[in-house]
């Protein structure tokens, strides 16, 4: 599975982005996908989840201000990130990830800066 983000970009305190990942060669639909992040210095983390089924789940440090949605006719994964903040400022990386047969499959995307800043 290939991933490729985009959207990143310098934004304001306040404002807004959505950040996609495209995804080719695998079953899209059968991967929770997962958007994470790392800021400089700071160990990677988890920012939101999608399950193959719809299911979402956020970090508490985003709970309300970012959302994640997917689209399985294109592949794609989608992070509309509101309200930023400064803290908000680091690499995301795109995650596809699955257990088959007992055997944990996980990829990644070569990442996109958001840099939140006035």
């Known amino acids: 599975v290939q991933l490729v983000e985009s959207g990143g970009s310098l934004v304001q305190p306040g404002g807004s982005l959505r950040l996609s990942c495209a995804a080719s060669?695998?079953?899209?639909?059968?991967?929770?996908m997962n958007w994470y992040r790392q800021a400089p210095g700071k160990q990677r983390e988890l920012v939101a989840t999608i399950t193959s089924t719809g299911s979402t789940n956020y970090a508490d440090s985003v709970k309300g201000r970012f959302s994640i949605s997917r689209d399985n006719a294109k592949n794609t994964v989608n992070l509309q990130m509101n309200s930023l903040k400064p803290e908000d400022t680091a690499v995301y990386y795109c995650?596809?990830?699955?257990?088959?047969?007992?055997?944990?499959?996980?990829?990644w995307g070569q990442g996109t800066q958001v840099t939140v800043s006035s």
């Open positions: 060669g695998g079953i899209f639909s059968t991967y929770a």
């Open positions: 995650n596809a990830r699955r257990n088959l047969f007992g055997a944990v499959q996980s990829y």
